[in-house]
């Protein structure tokens, strides 16, 4: 087995023992968002109600999961009961509503907010609301008066006021400090009448199975007459068809596929790299004039020709000095000295030397000897920086 994919199944390993302990030791978080989905089992979902809603309507219960302008554009009904459930409807759909209402209908709107023009219509003016974290809800029928609901934990708080007088209210919120205010009424439009519940929290998970409550919850729906009943639960029902839905529902199927993705990812990350062969190191080439040079001039000296040397120098002294200088080198006289001294600033005494050492290495019969050589090479380098 290759040495890199042990280390890389080690890190694996490591990885998923580590999520697996955080998992076991993970304490299970409780949703507390009012979602009012009919599917969820949260405390504020509506999964409960979901189930037992069909026995409160004695099985004269239709869902729907169109919009009302949708389904009465394609549907025409008798008198039936309206009910809905914190949707968010657009106005077309509210008008829809009222409109089967004036015909003999009932509606009831279980919602914490209405647009202001269906409530104006319904009859009131706008919502209140309480900051309080508790309340009781009561109706004010006195053979009801024995069933209520105690909101512990988030009530909304949403209320009505400036009531119109033909408006009858038929439910309050009361709360710890005293106040009283309406949370459920009735109002005559046309045949028909709208009931409003503004507090729909008595409708979730967490109250109705508290031992009591669902007797409330009867009370309510209890004004509506023994007709079918038409739900709409389009923003609830609707379930996702994605492939995935199964597996992401359940933790532990989730948690297991989280984990191969991890992996997956590990392993595409480590093995991303493109495989190719060794490419061989080349060394670069060596520039061999310094070594060539050295070789020359150790060459000259184990032959001791250092006549040749100077005059080799020399030569390339008065090349540098005609190019560079524009000097005439032909003649190598006081003038010859004197423009050179003037070009250089160097010293006429240097200059003189130098110029007798040039003469001395270009003239074939002179003795040299390695001094000199090593003189003139001092004094010509010297002039020329």
């Known amino acids: 087995m290759n040495k890199n994919f042990k280390i890389y199944a080690i890190i694996f390993i490591i990885i998923m023992v580590i999520m697996a302990l955080f998992e076991v030791n993970k304490k299970e978080m409780t949703d507390w968002r009012k979602n009012f989905d009919v599917n969820e089992k949260s405390p504020f979902g509506l999964f409960v109600f979901n189930q037992e809603v069909k026995d409160l309507f004695k099985n004269n219960l239709k869902k729907i999961d169109q919009n009302p302008y949708d389904y009465y554009n394609q549907h025409k009904k008798g008198l039936h009961n309206i009910l809905v459930i914190e949707s968010d409807l657009d106005e077309e759909s509210w008008n829809k ?24 219509s319904i009859g009131y003016f706008n919502s209140q609301m309480s900051y309080e974290d508790q309340s009781v809800l009561k109706l004010t029928d006195k053979k009801y008066q024995n069933d209520f609901i105690k909101l512990d934990k988030f009530p909304s708080g949403r209320g009505f006021e400036f009531v119109k007088p033909e408006v009858e209210i038929l439910g309050k919120s009361m709360e710890k400090d005293s106040v009283v205010y309406a949370n459920f009424i009735k109002t005559k439009i046309g045949k028909g009448n709208v009931y409003v519940h503004s507090e729909p929290l008595f409708l979730t ?20 007459q023994d007709r079918e009943t038409l739900w709409f ?93 524009l000097i005439d080198t032909q003649n190598l006289d006081e003038e010859f000295a004197n423009k050179l001294h003037l070009k250089t600033g160097k010293p006429i005494e240097m200059i003189n030397e130098a110029v007798s050492l040039i003469k001395k290495g270009q003239d074939p019969y002179a003795a040299v000897m390695k001094e000199d050589l090593t003189r003139m090479n001092q004094l010509l380098d010297e002039i020329l920086k």
């Open 97 to 120: 509503i009222l409109t089967e209402v004036s015909k003999g209908s009932d509606a009831m709107v279980i919602t914490s907010y209405i647009p202001k023009e269906i409530s104006d």
């Open 205 to 224: 998970n967490y109250y109705l199975l508290k031992t009591g409550n669902i007797k409330y919850t009867q009370d309510v729906f209890s004004y509506l």
């Open 233 to 325: 639960v389009e923003s609830n029902t609707k379930v996702s068809r994605f492939f995935m839905r199964f597996i992401l529902s359940k933790p532990a199927l989730k948690y297991a596929w989280w984990v191969f993705l991890g992996g997956l990812v590990l392993f595409v990350f480590f093995n991303a790299k493109r495989k190719q062969r060794i490419v061989p190191i080349v060394e670069p080439l060596k520039n061999t004039s310094v070594d060539f040079v050295k070789s020359i001039g150790n060459l000259y000296l184990q032959e001791g020709d250092f006549h040749d040397m100077m005059a080799k120098k020399a030569q390339y002294f008065l090349n540098k000095v005609r190019i560079d200088l």
